[in-house]
Each structure stands twice: as C-alpha cells, then as structure tokens.
C-alpha cells in the first residue's frame, strides 16, 4: 500500500517535491543523459540546444534552475544567464556546466551565474544545488 501524505496523493508522485530544471547544452548525448537523470529524481526538465531556444523555454517553462553550458553556438552561455536575469527568470538559480575552467573564463561573466561546474559535472551536487533552489 502506498503511504498517503498530508496532500491526501500517494507517495508515488514526486511531480511536487521536484523542481522546474532547464538543461541548455548543444550537446545532444549529455543533454540527454543530464535529462534522464533529473527526471529519475523526479525533477520537471525542459531542454533547449541554443540560446534563442533557452530564453524562449525559460519564459514559457519559468525554471527553478537552469544549467547552461558556455560553448553554445551563436550566443554563449554567457549572454543568455545575462539575458535570463534581466527577463524570464530572475531568481532562477544559474548553473555554468562547462567544458572550460572556470579560471579560463572573464571575471564578469562568472559572476552572473550561482554556480560554475566543470563537466562533467558530478550528479550528487547538481541535486544539492537543485534542491537548495527556490
């Protein structure tokens, strides 16, 4: 038998504890893999493969977190968490998973995000940072 929580729905449904997650990464295998894995810790996720497509999602999807990859084609990383802050997804916490050093990368485009993990990053503290996410 399923336990009942306060809500009166079974324990099987995670959909109100997971979080809102966009994974935004041109790469189509860790895309796929990072989906998979979140959506197996019962967390909603929403994938765009370019920057154009991220902001487009996160004003429809409005995201707890988003990890953005830097080395997007067209618009990097970079300029889509600016352009996140200033429209769709203000309090979204930003996540950098890149394939560049953090050092590598320019004082101010750092600091727009919450967090910078190389990949790959480790699937333990993505949950910690997407749990701790409001």
């Known amino acids: 038998m399923a336990a009942v929580s306060a809500s009166g729905s079974g324990s099987h449904s995670k959909a109100p504890l997971g979080k809102r997650v966009l994974v935004v990464d041109d790469d189509e295998g860790n895309a796929t893999l990072l989906t998979r894995l979140l959506e197996l810790s019962g ?10 497509g991220a902001l487009a999602r996160a004003k429809e999807f409005q995201p707890h977190v988003v990890l ?11 300029e ?7 429209l769709a997804s203000p ?4 996540v950098a998973v890149s394939g560049y050093e953090q050092d590598d990368q320019p004082e101010p485009g750092r600091a ?6 190389v990949k ?15």
Do not use: C, N
């Open 80 to 86: 889509v968490a600016r352009r996140l802050r200033a």
């Open 120 to 134: 790959p990053a480790s699937i333990d503290v993505l949950q910690r940072i997407i749990e701790k996410a409001e």
């Open 68 to 78: 953005l990859d830097i080395g997007l084609p067209g618009m990097d990383g970079f």
């Open 91 to 94: 309090k979204a916490t930003l």
């Open 43 to 52: 967390h909603q996720v929403r994938v765009a493969s370019d920057g154009p």
């Open 112 to 117: 727009v995000f919450d967090h910078y993990l």
